[in-house]
């Protein structure tokens, strides 16, 4: 099993930039997809984004297209989200998450690790 750590988060003015990491522990890191998912106060969570097993591919939800690219280090079992142009919508706990799959999805049912999640807050 992997366990997950994310970090990066933090209080950021409307317009501004955040990177979040995720430090993997396990083997099984390079061999499964991983994704980004939020969950804003009252709000069901929400997919981000999320990027093969071996970086080849990835998605990202409309709401973040162009201002959010995911990555990850697989020599290092590390993923990132590097948040650019954010916006107070943006606001929320974001969560780090491992596939059950090498192939990424938009679905949160297809995860079975997720990390404790990072609070990320955009003030207008």
Not at 4 to 29: D, I, K
Not at 31 to 36: I, T
Request: proline share 2%.
């Amino acid at each position: 099993q992997v366990q997950l750590v994310e970090s990066g988060g933090g209080l950021v003015q409307a317009g501004g930039s955040l990177r979040l990491s995720c430090a993997a522990s396990g083997r099984t890191f390079s061999s499964r997809a991983m994704g980004w998912f939020r969950q804003a106060p009252g709000k069901e969570r929400e997919f981000v984004a999320h990027i093969s097993a071996r970086g080849g591919d990835t998605d990202y939800a409309d709401s973040v297209k162009g201002r959010f690219t995911i990555s990850r280090d697989n020599a290092k079992s590390t993923l990132s989200l590097s948040m650019n142009a954010l916006k107070p919508e943006d606001t929320a706990v974001y969560y780090c998450a491992a596939s059950n799959y090498d192939l990424g999805s938009r679905y949160d049912r297809d995860f079975g690790a997720w990390g404790q999640g990072t609070q990320v807050t955009v003030s207008s």
